[in-house]
């Protein structure tokens, strides 16, 4: 098992850019979400899934798109690159089926994003 | 609006020395997530917490978790060197969706 895999590591982008994070999980897990994480303030949840097509915002979703077509894979799409989305991104995946830990988390190793 | 709080933000401790880490939150919620994080490195799952009174305890590391009060604690004990990193709280957001919700993070340091 990869758990759950993010490409690219690494990102520099310039304003107005726009990109793709990917995102994938071989766990078979129902439920994956992006966050995003900046100095002081812990981790941010942009988009959440809870199922192949189904997504939903959550608390930054503005500038970003998500879409789930397969139960594998989250992409999130930053539409119009800007300095304020210069940040790491943890994609994250839990099972979401019923049981006692449904909703624990397990993250990718994250993608640094710069935007210039 | 379900808020999570955690403090200290940063803690620098001596080697051998106990302290522990608080966690708040401020809406209803029965399950609760400790993380940690390395400099540079992905989220690692520590402990869940998934009933009032619950204590789960690993190594030197020992969490609680109190739902009436709406309290988690992370307790040290004898700390050493390879402890240094951040340690998240998460909780989830309501009972039907599932969202969990991260507080700020605790940097941990611990020093010879």
């Known amino acids: 098992n990869a758990g759950v895999t993010q490409t690219p590591k690494f990102q520099v982008l310039k304003t107005g850019q726009s990109m793709t994070l990917q995102c994938a999980q071989d766990m078979n897990h129902e439920y994956m979400s992006w966050y995003r994480q900046d100095p002081g303030m812990g981790l941010r949840l942009i988009h959440y899934s809870v199922g192949a097509g189904i997504t939903d915002q959550g608390e930054v979703p503005n500038g970003y798109n998500v879409s789930r077509s397969t139960t594998e894979d989250f992409p999130l799409r930053l539409l119009s690159a800007a300095p304020s989305q210069t940040s790491v991104y943890f994609c994250?995946?839990?099972?979401?089926?019923?049981?006692?830990?449904?909703?624990?988390?397990?993250f990718g190793p994250g993608t640094r994003l710069t935007v210039l | 609006e379900l808020k999570v709080e955690q403090n200290p933000l940063f803690l620098s401790m001596q080697e051998g020395k106990n302290y522990t880490i608080y966690c708040n939150y401020s809406t209803t919620s029965d399950r609760l997530y400790w993380y940690r994080q390395d400099p540079g490195k992905s989220l690692e799952s520590l402990f869940v917490l998934l009933s009032n009174g619950a204590v789960k305890q690993e190594g030197r590391l020992m969490a609680s978790l109190d739902t009436k009060a709406r309290l988690s604690t992370l307790h040290i004990t004898a700390a050493v060197h390879d402890l240094s990193a951040t340690y998240f709280c998460?909780?989830?957001?309501?009972?039907?969706?599932?969202?969990?919700?991260f507080g700020t993070g605790t940097r941990l340091q611990v020093f010879p």
């Open positions: 994250a995946s839990s099972p979401g089926t019923s049981g006692r830990n449904r909703d624990e988390q397990f």
């Open positions: 998460a909780v989830v957001r309501s009972y039907n969706t599932d969202k969990l919700i």
